[in-house]
């Protein structure tokens, strides 16, 4: 079992995965859609953050597609749009605005 950092993730990092034996990968994508790629499962997960209240949390559970996980989805993946446009601009920004420099 293993986790991608950072949302760095591509069908061929899977490939890498299932190659080195791990059967089970985790990814930053925020969707409830699980699938194999050369027998390693690969799993989108929410991320729960200390701000999120509980009716958050439990809509992030829920078995349902709910507000929640849209807006987290959406989020997401534009800031995937940014990342694939912005290259290294992008991630010299991100950490301005994280205080990270």
Not at 2 to 31: D, H, K
Not at 48 to 60: I, T
Request: proline share 3%.
């Amino acid at each position: 079992m293993a986790s991608v950092p950072g949302g760095y993730f591509s069908r061929r990092v899977a490939e890498f995965a299932a190659a080195a034996g791990i059967r089970a990968l985790f990814t930053s994508e925020p969707t409830k859609i699980s699938y194999l790629v050369n027998g390693c499962r690969v799993f989108g997960r929410y991320t729960l953050m200390r701000h999120m209240g509980p009716a958050v949390s439990g809509q992030m559970g829920s078995s349902g597609y709910t507000l929640a996980q849209a807006r987290q989805y959406l989020q997401w993946n534009t800031k995937k749009v940014f990342k694939s446009v912005g290259g290294d601009a992008y991630l010299a920004i991100r950490a301005q605005l994280l205080g990270r420099e």
